[in-house]
């Protein structure tokens, strides 16, 4: 997400005492989700800081578990209604279906709910534990702008333990009917929370289908005190755009989310005569319905994050180009948009090259900008296909190759190397922030330099107001110490190993994460083990210290006082 200068206003608000040190980092470690540490690199010198408060941590795993299980009380039973949106029919009745390369597993203990969160200490209850999403299918009916439609979500999963009920997050919307493997299941909304008891436990390995069928509201969005402001759905003056960073995607279809948490998606949009609808990936075809309807099908391609998708609907004119390699640009843009927007839009192609050169290959199997007909003033790196404002692309040049080449760099680090828990924003935003404010330096803008100067005179009053780099709150987690203040740690990183070390790093975090979670942790091994040198001792001050160590290089830069 780009909150660009727009978050710079904010630097001296929401002002919170922050947790200790070591507590925060505890309380983070208890975020990390089981179904991703097989696939996690770990610090492993003996001694190790981050090392030590794993190890520590072991010992509270289980009463963190034992909590989130037990924090919702599920009473109540479905409200049942009709099924008509799902296509195909209903599956067979009953549980027990091995997923797909599952070996038989022995019995084991009896069944249990599924914890309502995976523990993320900024959102506890996002995410949901207890299984794992292997496709959402979404249906959806659209009528008109800030008009209810009917729509549906089929959930395929496979149980990682013996299930006596589940949850998904699931926000707004009017809840019709759900079933589990066919049959009616009970399900209670408590808050974000939509709590399923089907009407058989669901035995550890196997694969399930769950249906959700709801009335959904396209008028329902939320707001946020910082770089985010409205997001969920974000009407247009003919359809709309989806926002859903950082948990507004429970109030477009029921999911499991948590930005650590991928599975691909289906998409089948009903629209009327005259209006089209894009989402995430490729275009699989359309279908004509009764009444000059238009059914849109497209398939993400590659596993997504629920907060990175995208389904828009409008009149809107596709602009197909090729960038590197021949790389698939579809831009999706208003009709009277078209050619006011496509001098900035133009120029694709070579942001890519350029970010290509500095981080390897792009890592989906196509781009686009999606032209967002909206007074809402924020971008958002929705996967293969980043909303812009429209007044982003209407002004300045400079701004809005800083805007285009920020969310481009979030396919490299956001999207394909996913956060592991929310604490490690400062990765996604820093450096998307750090490539934005580079490729403007090379292009025309403010000299990189200079930004970070002015970045660094105001790092103590971020720290004191925000928190530091790596130890947000839920409240200051999009203000500006995510964007140009961990943009500096990155400077700063540079500054230390020099560019060509530096260069090397980057190329090794998105290569080795690619297409997985990956945290602040991980970035700190990988980048020692890179350089060949300890980095912990210089990047812990920076990430996590109550002021602002001093800049390699710069002996002159000097931070701010803080103002209270």
Request: aromatic share 8%; net charge negative.
């Amino acid at each position: 997400m780009d909150g660009q200068d727009r978050a710079d206003g904010q630097n001296r608000t929401d002002r919170q005492g922050r947790t200790d040190r070591q507590e925060y980092q505890d309380r983070q470690e208890h975020a990390e989700h089981v179904e991703h540490a097989e696939h996690t690199e770990r610090p492993d010198r003996p001694g190790s800081r981050l090392r030590r408060h794993r190890d520590a941590l072991r010992a509270h795993r289980a009463r963190l578990v034992l909590v989130v299980t037990g924090s919702v009380a599920l009473t109540g039973a479905a409200v049942l209604a009709g099924d008509a949106l799902f296509a195909g029919g209903a599956p067979p009745a009953g549980h027990g279906t091995p997923a797909a390369g599952a070996r038989a597993v022995p019995a084991g203990p009896a069944p249990s709910p599924g914890a309502p969160g995976i523990g993320d200490p900024l959102m506890p209850l996002a995410g949901n534990g207890g299984y794992t999403v292997r496709r959402y299918t979404l249906d959806f009916d659209w009528r008109a702008p800030r008009t209810p439609f009917e729509a549906g979500a089929t959930i395929s999963a496979a149980a990682t333990q013996a299930l006596s009920r589940f949850d998904l997050d699931f926000a707004g919307n009017e809840l019709h009917h759900v079933t589990v493997d066919g049959a009616p299941a009970a399900a209670v909304r408590h808050e974000d929370e939509l709590v399923i008891t089907p009407a058989k436990p669901i035995p550890r390995g196997s694969a399930f289908t769950v249906r959700v069928a709801y009335t959904a509201d396209p008028a329902q969005g939320r707001h946020r005190d910082d770089a985010i402001q409205d997001y969920g759905w974000v009407p247009t003056s003919d359809g709309t755009v989806v926002c859903a960073q950082p948990d507004g995607a429970r109030m477009i279809f029921p999911a499991n989310d948590h930005p650590s948490l991928r599975a691909p998606v289906t998409f089948r949009i009903t629209t009327p005569a005259g209006l089209s609808a894009v989402a995430n990936g490729r275009l699989v075809g359309t279908d004509r319905r009764p009444g000059g309807r238009t059914r849109w099908t497209y398939d993400s391609e590659q596993p997504i994050a629920a907060q990175l998708i995208q389904l828009a609907i409008g009149k809107f004119t596709f602009v197909d180009s090729r960038g590197p390699r021949g790389l698939p640009v579809r831009d999706v843009v208003p009709d009277g948009l078209v050619t006011d927007t496509a001098a900035y839009r133009s120029l694709t192609p070579g942001h890519l090259a350029w970010l290509e050169q500095r981080l390897g290959p792009y890592p989906f199997r196509r781009y686009g900008v999606l032209v967002g007909d909206t007074d809402l003033p924020v971008a958002l790196e929705t996967q293969s296909l980043s909303v812009v404002p429209r007044d982003d692309l209407l002004g300045d040049q400079v701004d809005a190759e800083r805007n285009l080449v920020h969310e481009l760099t979030h396919h490299w680090t956001g999207d394909s190397v996913a956060l592991r828990r929310w604490s490690d924003l400062w990765l996604s935003e820093g450096h998307a922030r750090y490539y934005e404010r580079l490729y403007s330096d090379e292009h025309g803008g403010v000299s990189l330099e200079s930004t970070m100067r002015a970045a660094y005179e105001q790092h103590d009053q971020w720290r004191h107001d925000e928190g530091a780099p790596a130890e947000p709150t839920e409240r200051t987690l999009f203000k500006v110490m995510r964007y140009d203040g961990s943009a500096l740690v990155l400077f700063a990183l540079r500054e230390k190993v020099g560019e060509e070390t530096f260069g090397r790093i980057e190329r090794a975090w998105v290569s080795t994460y690619r297409g997985r979670a990956a945290g602040t942790a991980d970035f700190v091994a990988l980048a020692s083990r890179v350089a060949g040198e300890d980095l912990e001792p210089f990047l812990t001050p920076w990430l996590y210290g109550a002021h602002t160590p001093p800049m390699p290089n710069h002996p002159d830069w000097q931070a701010d006082p803080v103002e209270e």
